[in-house]
């Protein structure tokens, strides 16, 4: 006959907490973290503050995440709360994209890969930094926009595509040993996915606005 389990008023007071530990403690402490982990999940997405500039960066040379942070706190500094929300959040998505990975960096390279495909098909990032490689393969895609795109082609020519070193960019400056070779570049307006949509057209003219703040000696 198996032993009789009791009920918590069953059990005499002085034994409860180890009733409690015996039977209850794995799965109040698996609940606890499932909570936490929900927390966390949800704090992260669904109740992050959606930022006001996106920035996709993608190199075929790695360049550490530590001066993407600089980047992100140097642009940051920039007047650009355009949900007036008291500050700046700038989001870079960052995407390494080596042609020539080793087979022991094969699943990387592939995983990079996959990221890279879906934050283009998201047209989630308006600005993008790109160095040589990646821009011959952005422009290859009709993703890099040309100046056409700017308020009076900011006194470039408008079929002129948009590549700008940011060495040149005042914003870029204070950020300690970028790599050279890298450039600030649009996706096209027609590329953005939009259709009616007035939200996302907002925040293309925001990103307008970022690259023209930018740009500003």
Known sequence: ???????????????????????YKTPVIVG??????????????????????????????????DKWTSVQ????????????????????????LDADAKPEEIEVHRSNQA???ALLESA????????EEMFAYFYEQGLVATYGE?????????????KIPLSEI??????????????????PRDAMHMGDNKKKQAKYDHQLDTLMALLIP
């Open 115 to 117: 990221k890279l495909i």
């Open 124 to 131: 989630h990032c308006a600005l993008q930094i790109l160095d």
């Open 170 to 187: 005042n914003a870029f400056s204070s950020v300690p040993e970028l790599p050279e070779g890298l450039y600030m570049t649009l996706r």
């Open 73 to 96: 706190e140097s642009i940051s500094a920039l007047p650009l709360d355009y949900d007036e929300d008291g500050e700046t959040l700038v989001e870079i998505e960052y995407v390494q």
């Open 150 to 162: 700017l308020p009076d082609a900011m006194g470039r020519e408008a079929d002129e595509v948009i």
């Open 1 to 23: 006959m198996a032993d009789h389990k009791y009920k918590p008023s069953e059990v005499p007071k002085g034994e409860r907490w180890q009733y409690f530990l015996d039977y």
């Open 32 to 65: 606890v973290v499932g909570i936490f982990l929900l927390i966390s999940f949800l704090k992260s997405t669904v109740l992050a503050p959606e930022p006001d500039v996106s920035i996709l960066a993608s190199t075929s040379e790695f360049v550490h995440y």
